[in-house]
Nanobody, 126 residues
Framework: VQLQASGGGLVQDGGSLRLSCAASGLPFSSGTVAWFRQAPGKEREFVAAFRWSGTSSHYADSAKGRFTISRDSAKNTVYLQMNSLKPEDTAVYYC????????????????????WGQGTEVTVSS
């Protein structure tokens, strides 16, 4: 199983980026995919998750209203559209996947996910 995260880069305060997480060897269709991020000197934190079954999405408070997680089933890819970016969004963003549906109360836990991508760096300049 491989997860390939891409789409990071340098953007100005208020700008937008779209991150992609493409999977090989693991169909997303029955599981849960999430985005986490780790800023320099900080612990990794939950950003958003998408549960294929029921097509429900979940967001950290910091992401609500600005970020949108979505999917392309045909491409086995999950996206994270990030708008109104702020300098505090600067981090390495990781996608993670679980082969089965993760219960709502556990979507924000790193231990819920068995597979992780390599990370893509997002830098928001002020």
């Amino acid at each position: 199983v491989q997860l390939q995260a891409s789409g990071g880069g340098l953007v100005q305060d208020g700008g937008s980026l779209r991150l992609s997480c493409a999977a090989s060897g693991l169909p997303f269709s029955s599981g849960t995919v999430a985005w986490f991020r780790q800023a320099p000197g900080k612990e990794r934190e939950f950003v958003a998750a998408f549960r294929w079954s029921g097509t429900s999405s979940h967001y950290a408070d910091s992401a609500k209203g600005r970020f949108t997680i979505s999917r392309d089933s045909a491409k086995n890819t999950v996206y994270l559209q990030m708008n109104s970016l702020k300098p505090e969004d600067t981090a390495v963003y990781y996608c993670a996947a679980a082969p089965r549906r993760v219960i709502v109360s556990a979507v924000s836990f790193q231990t819920s996910y068995a597979y992780w991508g390599q990370g893509t760096e997002v830098t928001v300049s002020s």
